[in-house]
C-alpha cells in the first residue's frame, strides 16, 4: 500500500458534540470531575484498602505512649473533703436563709480562702518544715523566709481545691511523689482552714450583733410610729380597718343600690297599672276594665245591672215601654251606672296616687345614692393615703423581723455555736499512682494513634487518590464505567494451572468471575456498534495499568463466543502483545501498511482461543508516524468490513503521544484504570487529553489486581451471592 493514494478516500468517525458527554459502557452520565475532595464515603473506603497502614501507626503509637507511662516519674495524689459553711457578708443575707446563703459567690470566696498563704502556712506548721523540704525545689541554700515563701508556692502548686458542682462540698487534692506525704498535707490543709474560720467567726459575730443591735432599737421606733399614724388616719376618716369591706360610705352604697332598684321596679309597674287603667276607661267605660283592676263593688254592681236589663226587657214584652214598671226599672239602670262612673273614678284615683307614691320613693334612694357616690370618691383618697401608711408600717415590720433573725444569727456566731464546716472525708495515702494511669495512657495512646492514622490515610487519598469505585471513576475522573475486572490472585492461577498471565485464566476459567466480567464488556461493546464492526483503542494513563492484559483477555473472551476479533499492537516501543502469546511472525503492521505484505500475511492467530493478533516490530519503531498516516486510517476502514471487533493495544496517554493519534482513528477509547495504584489525577490528566483532541465515546475499565475488600465493594455487594455460577 502507499500512504499518498489512499489519503483521500479516509473518513473518519462523526464526533458531535454530544457524543462527549457520555462514554460507551456504564450509565452514569458525563460529569466533571471532583477534585481534591474527600467525603466521608470516600474515607471509609481509604480506610479499608489501606487498613494495614492504619492499624500500624495505631499499634505503634499506642505502644509508644504506653512505653512513656513506664518511663514518667510516679505521683500519688489524696484527697480530703470538707463541708463549708461560708459566712454571709451583710445583714441582709444573714436574715434572708441564715443556713444556706444565697449567694453562691461567697462559696467561692470559701474556695479561695482555702488556697491563701495563712491557710498554706498552718499546713506547713502542722506537717512539718522537714517533711515539705521534700518538695521545695531551690538552686541554693534559703535562709529562714526565703524556705517559707518557697515551701508555700510548693504546696500552691502540689494542691488542688474544687468545689463539687453547685454544692457545699469542697475536694482538697494533693499530688505528690510520697502517698504518705500528700494525705498529711490534705489533711492538714482541711483543718487549718476550719481552724481559722472559727476564729474569725467570734470577731465576725460580735462585730455584727453590736451593728445589729443599734439598727433594732432604730427600726423599732420607726416601727411604732408608723402603726400609730395609720390607725389614727384610719379613725379620724371613718375607714373601716377589717377586710370585709373598705369605708363607710361604701359599706352604705350596695344595700341602698338594691332598695332603689326595688323602688324604680314598683314605680314602672304602678304607672304602667294607672296608664292602662285609663286606656281601657277611655275606650269602653267601667266594663273595659280588665279582670285584675276591677274590685268588688264593680263586680256587684255589673251584677245587679244585668237583673235589672233582663226584668227591663220583660217588662217592655209584657208592659210596653210606657208601663210605670219600665219606667222604675230605667231609674234603677241610671242609678248603677252613676255608681260605676264614680267607681271607676275612684279606681283611677288610687292607681295614680300609687304611682306617684312610688316614683316619689325611688326619686329619694336615687337622690340618697348619688349623695353616697359623691362622698365615695373623697374616701377613695383617703384610703389610698391609709394603704400607703400601713404599706409603711408593714416595711418596718420587716425590717424588724430581719434584723432580729440576724441578730440570733450573729449571736450564735459570737458563741461558737455555728461551724465553720466539717471534714466529711479524710485523706489516705493511695496505692496506685494518679499519673501516669497506665489504663488511661493506653486509651489516649489509641485515641491518638486513630487519629493520626486516619490522618495519613486521609493525607495519602487527598495527595493521591486511587480509584476505587464505579462512583470514583464518575466523580474524580469524568467518564462512565463499563465494567469492572476482578483480581485473579496467584492462588487461583495456580489452582488453575495457568501460570503467572492473566490471560491464561481465561482460558483455563472460561466460566470464572474475570471472564464473566469480560463478556459484560464485550456484551456493552456489541450494544454500542449494533452488530456492526467496532474499532477501540485501549490505553491507559501510565504503564503497568493493564491495558495489554485488558486488550488480549477481552479479545480471548469474544474470539471464544464466537466473534472475529483482531488485536492490533500498536505500542510500537514495547511491541510486547506477540510475545506475551508466545506468537512470532517475520511480519508486522508496518508492512501491511506499506504494502510489503497483505493482511493474511501478517496476521498470527492464537491457536487456544481463535483470536487472531497483528504484531508489531522493532523496524516499526523507525521515527516516523506510521500510526497517523492515512494508509493507517485506511487499514482500519477496510478493518471494519472484515471483523467483528478491532482493538488497539496503544501506549499509555500520559507518556507517548501514539496513543492520542490511534484514539482519533478509532470508534471509541477503552480507558484502562488499575484501582490498586492509579491516582484520580493522573487518571484525570490522562482524560483531558483525549478531550482535548475530540476523542468520542470515552469509557473506563477497573481493573483489581489484589483482593481485598475494596474490590469486593466495587463487584457489588451482592455478587458473592452468585459464587456457585462460577468456577474459580
Known amino acids: 500500500m502507499n500512504d499518498g493514494t489512499v489519503a483521500q478516500s479516509i473518513v473518519l468517525p462523526h464526533r458531535s ?8 459502557i456504564g450509565t452514569q452520565s458525563r460529569q466533571h470531575p471532583e477534585r481534591s475532595s474527600l467525603s466521608l464515603g470516600d474515607f471509609a473506603r481509604a480506610l479499608r484498602h489501606r487498613w494495614m497502614l492504619f492499624a500500624a501507626i495505631l499499634v505503634a503509637v499506642t505502644l509508644l505512649v504506653i512505653l512513656a507511662s513506664f518511663v514518667l516519674p510516679a505521683r500519688y495524689s489524696a484527697e480530703a473533703k470538707l463541708r463549708i459553711e461560708p459566712n454571709p457578708g451583710s445583714t441582709a443575707q444573714i436574715a ?125 421606733s420607726n416601727l411604732d410610729s408608723a402603726e400609730r399614724a395609720a390607725a389614727e388616719y384610719r379613725a379620724s376618716r371613718g375607714i373601716v380597718s377589717d377586710d370585709s369591706a373598705g369605708t363607710i360610705t361604701q359599706q352604705q352604697i350596695a344595700p341602698i343600690s338594691m332598695q332603689l332598684a326595688t323602688a324604680e321596679a314598683q314605680a314602672a309597674e304602678a304607672a304602667a297599672r294607672l296608664s292602662s287603667a285609663q286606656r281601657e276607661i277611655a275606650r269602653g267605660g267601667i266594663e273595659a276594665l280588665s279582670e285584675n283592676m276591677r274590685s268588688d263593688v264593680v263586680t256587684e254592681l255589673q251584677r245587679q245591672r244585668a237583673d235589672i236589663m233582663r226584668e227591663r226587657g220583660e217588662i217592655v214584652t209584657k208592659y210596653g215601654p210606657n208601663h210605670p214598671a219600665m219606667i222604675e226599672a230605667n231609674q234603677q239602670l241610671a242609678d248603677i251606672d252613676a255608681q260605676l262612673r264614680a267607681e271607676a273614678t275612684r279606681i283611677e284615683n288610687n292607681l295614680a296616687a300609687n304611682a306617684r307614691s312610688t316614683a316619689a320613693s325611688a326619686a329619694s334612694l336615687r337622690s340618697k345614692l348619688n ?43 459570737q458563741q461558737g455555736a455555728i461551724p465553720a464546716g466539717v471534714i466529711v472525708q479524710k485523706a489516705v495515702a493511695p496505692d496506685d499512682p494518679s499519673f501516669p494511669n497506665r489504663p488511661l495512657f493506653a486509651i489516649l495512646g489509641a485515641l491518638v494513634g486513630g487519629l493520626l492514622g486516619a490522618g495519613v490515610v486521609g493525607f495519602r487519598e487527598m495527595s493521591g487518590q486511587t480509584i476505587l469505585s464505579p462512583d470514583d471513576v464518575a466523580k474524580r475522573v469524568g467518564i462512565g464505567c463499563g465494567g469492572v475486572l476482578p483480581p485473579v490472585t496467584a492462588k487461583q492461577r495456580r489452582k488453575a494451572g495457568s501460570g503467572e498471565n492473566v490471560w491464561d485464566y481465561v482460558i483455563a476459567r472460561p466460566t470464572s468471575k474475570y471472564a464473566e466480567s469480560l463478556r459484560q464488556i464485550r456484551r456493552a461493546i456489541r450494544a454500542d456498534v449494533r452488530g456492526k464492526t467496532g474499532v477501540y483503542a485501549i490505553t491507559s494513563a501510565v504503564p503497568g495499568e493493564g491495558k495489554t492484559t485488558l486488550a488480549i483477555s477481552l479479545g480471548r473472551i469474544a474470539a471464544l463466543s464466537g466473534d472475529e476479533v483482531l488485536v492490533i499492537d500498536c505500542d510500537l516501543r514495547r511491541r510486547s502483545l506477540s510475545s506475551d502469546l508466545g506468537l512470532s511472525s517475520p511480519h508486522s503492521l508496518s508492512d501491511v501498511i506499506h504494502g510489503r505484505v497483505s493482511l493474511n500475511e501478517a496476521i498470527l492467530t492464537d491457536t487456544a482461543s481463535g483470536l487472531d493478533v497483528l504484531p508489531a516490530s522493532e523496524a516499526d519503531n523507525v521515527g516516523r508516524d506510521i500510526l497517523g498516516s492515512a494508509a493507517m486510517a485506511q487499514l482500519l476502514a477496510r478493518l471494519r468490513g472484515q471483523f467483528d471487533m478491532v482493538l488497539l493495544d496503544t501506549p499509555p496517554l500520559l507518556a507517548v503521544a501514539d496513543a492520542r493519534t490511534v484514539a482519533a482513528l478509532a470508534d471509541g477509547t477503552i480507558f484502562s484504570i488499575d484501582a490498586d495504584s492509579t491516582p484520580a489525577a493522573t487518571a484525570r490528566a490522562a482524560v483531558a487529553r483525549l478531550e482535548a483532541d475530540g476523542i468520542t465515546n470515552l469509557g473506563a475499565i477497573l481493573t483489581f489486581r489484589k483482593a481485598g475488600k475494596a474490590a469486593k465493594a466495587a463487584m457489588g455487594q451482592d455478587y458473592g451471592k452468585y459464587d456457585d455460577y462460577f468456577s474459580d
Do not use: C
Open 17 to 24: 458534540p454530544k457524543s462527549l458527554l457520555t462514554g460507551w
Open 96 to 220: 434572708n436563709n441564715p443556713d444556706r446563703p444565697p449567694d453562691q459567690a461567697l462559696i467561692e470566696t470559701e474556695v479561695n480562702l482555702i488556697r491563701s498563704r495563712s491557710v498554706l502556712g498552718a499546713a506547713i506548721d502542722s506537717v512539718g518544715s522537714d517533711r515539705v523540704a521534700e518538695i521545695v525545689k531551690a538552686d541554693a541554700p534559703l535562709d529562714e523566709a526565703g524556705f517559707r515563701n518557697a515551701a508555700i508556692r510548693a504546696v500552691g502548686d502540689a494542691i488542688d481545691v474544687e468545689r463539687e458542682g453547685q454544692s457545699y462540698l469542697v475536694g482538697i487534692s494533693a499530688t505528690l511523689p510520697d502517698p504518705d506525704l500528700a494525705a498529711s498535707l490534705a489533711n492538714a490543709i482541711a483543718q487549718s482552714y476550719l481552724d481559722l474560720r472559727h476564729s474569725s467567726n467570734e470577731t465576725t459575730g460580735s462585730e455584727q450583733l453590736e451593728n445589729i443591735e443599734d439598727q433594732i432599737s432604730e427600726v423599732r
Open 371 to 413: 349623695e353616697l357616690r359623691a362622698r365615695q370618691a373623697s374616701d377613695a383618697r383617703q384610703s389610698v393615703a391609709a394603704e400607703g401608711l400601713e404599706r409603711e408600717a408593714l416595711a418596718q415590720r420587716e425590717a424588724y423581723q430581719e434584723l432580729t433573725q440576724a441578730a440570733q444569727y450573729a449571736r450564735q456566731l
